[in-house]
């Protein structure tokens, strides 16, 4: 009887390592980087969460006694600005920029336009059909970290049907390579859930102001228990990061009606927080694209600015910001689009401080 022929090797996936950390979980009562320190001037302090609104107002010393004066909603803006034909514009005064909420012309308090230290989560799509582009992308995300500044600080998510910190806070690329060997793909893909979880991460857990998730990911959501929505809104009452999407929308196995949707939600979700969505046509573009992420964060203008109205106020509070100068045509200003105040209360904690459950 002639010998039986085996069937052709199927490739497989090396083992993945154990993970060192549990499930990421969304906070259900999330509180701001415990870094705040409200002595500090506009622009000054380090600790305050990104973006972050302070209603603290202004404390003034006379014959001993400390005074609180007014509920002043501190707004800080990261902005990139780029003229008609696309290019990178990095050269403008304070006086280029108007700023506006709700309609009405705010004064512009603070003005930096400097290389500033970032506190970065890079979240990658671990989902099953994520397993012949990961090499490219595992590449990418480290050659991002390694051109970004150097006092940066990331940590690492891969998310499916779960999201996992792989990595958390380090500036190390071998500590993130390391990281990037416990992703194992397989799954569906809960991007929104991960995006709510990292940004909660985020609020209690960077050491730097200025703050944001960059997405790398090849599909549309199928397994988060929050919406799209919910998401955004989520990162807007937390004064939460600048996201930027890497959507790996080719090949056969994305259909033209999930690209189409997959592409939509990446690019709301980084149009309304401030980021920026790319699409790249195949692989090989990806680490260029990453290069581009790592210098428009690290060329945006820092703006901060006094609310004009009360926090008391609440509600969803729109921003626009427009800048203009000599010598440039149509130039176009990227920040995040809005954000709800958080209401002054006389028993508040202090900024930093938990809440109790």
């Known amino acids: 009887m002639a010998a039986q022929t085996a069937p052709p090797a199927q490739p497989q996936q090396p083992p993945a390592q154990t993970r060192p950390m ?61 003229d008609s034909s696309g290019h990178t514009v990095d050269s403008l005064p304070e006086d280029a920029f108007h700023v506006y909420e709700d309609g009405v012309a705010q004064e512009i308090r603070g003005f930096k336009h400097e290389d500033l230290p970032v506190s970065l989560g890079i979240l990658i799509d671990s989902s099953g059909s994520m397993y012949e582009k990961s090499a490219a992308v595992n590449e990418a995300s480290l050659d991002l970290v390694k051109l970004s500044n150097p006092l940066d600080e990331a940590f690492l998510v891969d998310f499916s049907s779960e999201a996992y910190i792989d990595q958390d806070f380090t500036n190390s690329i071998a500590k993130l390579q390391q990281g990037l060997a416990y992703i194992h793909t397989s799954g569906g893909t809960a991007l929104y859930d991960a995006v709510v979880a990292s940004a909660d991460y ?39 990061p600048a996201i930027y999407c ?9 259909s033209r009606s999930e690209a189409k949707h997959a592409r939509e939600v990446l690019q709301e979700l980084a149009q309304q927080t401030g980021g920026q969505a790319y699409f790249p046509k195949s692989l090989k573009d990806v680490d260029g694209l990453t290069r581009e992420v790592a210098q428009d964060i690290r060329t945006q203008y820092t703006i901060e600015y006094h609310s004009s109205k009360s926090p008391a106020l609440g509600g969803y509070r729109q921003i626009h910001v427009e800048a203009k100068a000599k010598g440039f045509h149509g130039l176009q200003v990227r920040t995040r689009t809005g954000y709800f105040p958080k209401p002054a209360s006389s028993d508040a904690p202090a900024p930093g401080t938990p809440a109790s459950k």
């Open 22 to 82: 549990p499930p990421l979980t969304v906070d259900s009562d999330p509180v701001p980087s415990p870094d705040s320190d409200t002595t500090k001037g506009p622009l000054q302090n380090p600790g305050q969460a990104a973006g972050s609104g302070s209603n603290n107002g202004t404390i003034t010393r006379q014959d001993g006694h400390f005074t609180l004066h007014a509920n002043a909603y501190e707004v800080r803006l990261n902005a990139s600005v780029v």
């Open 202 to 240: 985020l609020s209690k857990n960077a050491k730097h102001p200025k703050q944001v998730l960059l997405i790398v990911t090849d599909g549309e959501d199928n397994a988060s228990s929050a919406s799209l929505e919910s998401a955004i809104r989520r990162v807007q009452d937390l004064d939460g």
């Open 246 to 254: 890497i959507g790996l929308l080719f090949g056969d196995d994305v």
